[in-house]
């Protein structure tokens, strides 16, 4: 059971806009910034948004990250058939003093 | 270039014992704060532990503390998990991250699959 509730689940047509959500508790999200990340099968995970909302350099613009109290969102716009991988959200928790994540959320373009 | 290249997996019994390392190398390693996160087969990421930059803090998360060590070598740019007593359910591929400033575990390593079974 991961500290972060993610669907584990989602799906888009191309070009389409989709979200994933991401809920926790005021001892993480409440408190820290939120990053999200994007794996690729039998790869490491990559950094896809920083502190809530930041995209690192190389990252198109289609990702954007928000986050409103406890939750926080990763919405891709102009959906296409390579985002079809695993998403993930993370932060730093003060009560367990360490990084929590989601469960995870697979993408599929329909 | 950031680059975190993990070593020392492999298969070992349950009860064993294993070494990993982190090579790092493209920034200044004395200067960040690193971490081992792991991924079970199918399973989803788990933070494992932390060290300060210097070494002198360490944090492990409940399900391996008093078995796992992390440590660090700055002279030799290299991050360190000892892991003793391993359980079935320490199967995973084991990832180090850095910690940037401002910016969460913003480089990872390629991984390194460690198996625990008899």
């Known amino acids: 059971q991961s500290v972060l509730t993610q669907p584990p689940s989602a799906s888009g047509t191309p070009g389409q806009r989709v979200t994933i959500s991401c809920s926790g508790s005021?001892?993480?999200?409440?408190?820290?910034?939120v990053n999200w990340y994007q794996q690729l099968p039998g790869t490491a995970p990559k950094l896809l948004i920083y502190?809530?909302?930041q995209r690192p350099s190389g990252v198109p613009d289609r990702f954007s990250g928000s986050k409103s109290g406890t939750s926080a969102s990763l919405a891709i716009s102009g959906l296409q058939s390579e985002d079809e991988v695993d998403y993930y959200c993370?932060?730093?928790?003060?009560?367990?003093?360490?990084?929590?994540f989601g469960g995870g959320t697979k993408l599929t373009v329909l | 270039e950031v680059q975190l290249v993990e070593s020392g997996g492999g298969l070992v019994q349950p009860g064993g014992s294993l070494r990993l390392s982190c090579a790092a190398s493209?920034?200044?390693?004395?200067?960040?704060?690193m971490h081992w996160v792991r991924q079970a087969p199918g399973k989803g990421l788990v933070w494992v532990s932390r060290?300060?930059?210097?070494?002198?803090?360490?944090k492990y998360a409940d399900s391996v503390k008093g078995r796992f060590t992390i440590s660090r070598d700055n002279a030799k740019n290299t991050l360190y998990l000892q892991m003793n007593s391993l359980r079935a359910e320490d199967t995973a591929v084991y990832y180090c991250?850095?910690?940037?400033?401002?910016?969460?575990?913003?480089?990872w390593g390629q991984g390194t699959l460690v198996t625990v079974s008899s």
């Open positions: 493209g920034f200044t390693f004395s200067s960040y704060w």
């Open positions: 060290v300060k930059d210097d070494g002198s803090d360490t």
């Open positions: 005021s001892s993480n999200i409440g408190s820290n910034a």
């Open positions: 502190s809530n909302n």
């Open positions: 991250a850095r910690a940037g400033v401002g910016s969460g575990l913003d480089s």
């Open positions: 993370a932060t730093w928790d003060d009560s367990l003093n360490g990084w929590v």
